[in-house]
T-cell receptor, first 113, second 116 residues
Framework: EAQVTQNPRYLITVTGKKLTVTCSQN?????MSWYRQDPGLGLRQIYY???????DKGDVPEGYKVSRKEKRNFPLILESPSPNQTSLYFC????????????FGPGTRLTVL | AQKVTQAQTEISVVEKEDVTLDCVYE???????LFWYKQPPSGELVFLIR??????QNEISGRYSWNFQKSTSSFNFTITASQVVDSAVYFC?????????????FGTGTRLTIIP
């Protein structure tokens, strides 16, 4: 089954404790990205990757890191989480040509205390 | 810079009524793509439709229809004879090429509640 998976789905952590949210897709998509969803703000792009070893900042990259060592994986790293990073996070993937639909993962609800 | 405006934060209608969700976009690019996504209460994001900037033909899919008007920079979504299952948050999105990279911008969403 074609899908984007994220883990964990739910996470409660404390300020400053490094964490990684994994994202994996099995559709051989070139393009992958991370979004955060906050009430009243919609979805905002954090980082995106056009292909392996190619990443770039989205609209709200501060406090986040990403890597793209393999085509299928695109982990999101919070080196020192803060309460303002409490949010619902979505990973998405698509084929690399512009205008393709994004396939979204199920979301990760993160709470930073 | 690109911008997508969904001015309707929340809409409630009684079942079987028609409802239109508005989407207004801003871009200086002549080539772009517009999308609608649905987020039901279960939380996943579901693709509904894509339209490119050169195709102003309206689209109908069952009870759903989309009206794309470049003259007003709008890409509105109409649900005819609404049903309770249509209750969701709906997002409009705009895709452009930004220095060779695809840039996707979402609106803030419209929460639609269908009252039985």
């Amino acid at each position: 089954e074609a899908q984007v998976t994220q883990n964990p789905r739910y996470l409660i952590t404390v300020t400053g404790k490094k964490l990684t949210v994994t994202c994996s897709q099995n559709m051989n998509h070139e393009y992958m990205s991370w979004y955060r969803q906050d009430p009243g703000l919609g979805l905002r792009q954090i980082y995106y990757s056009m292909n392996v070893e190619v990443t770039d900042k989205g609209d709200v990259p501060e406090g986040y890191k990403v890597s793209r060592k393999e085509k299928r994986n695109f982990p999101l790293i919070l080196e020192s989480p803060s309460p303002n990073q409490t949010s619902l996070y979505f990973c998405a993937s698509s084929f690399g040509t512009p205008g393709n639909e994004q396939f979204f993962g199920p979301g990760t609800r993160l709470t930073v205390l | 810079a690109q911008k997508v405006t969904q001015a309707q934060t929340e809409i409630s209608v009684v079942e079987k009524e028609d409802v239109t969700l508005d989407c207004v976009y801003e871009t200086r690019d002549t080539t772009y793509y517009l999308f609608w996504y649905k987020q039901p209460p279960s939380g996943e994001l579901v693709f509904l439709i894509r339209r490119n900037s050169f195709d102003e033909q309206n689209e109908i899919s069952g009870r759903y229809s989309w009206n794309f008007q470049k003259s007003t920079s709008s890409f509105n979504f109409t649900i005819t004879a609404s049903q309770v299952v249509d209750s969701a948050v709906y997002f409009c999105a705009l895709s452009v090429l930004d220095f060779g990279n695809e840039k996707l911008t979402f609106g803030t969403g419209t929460r639609l509640t269908i009252i039985p």
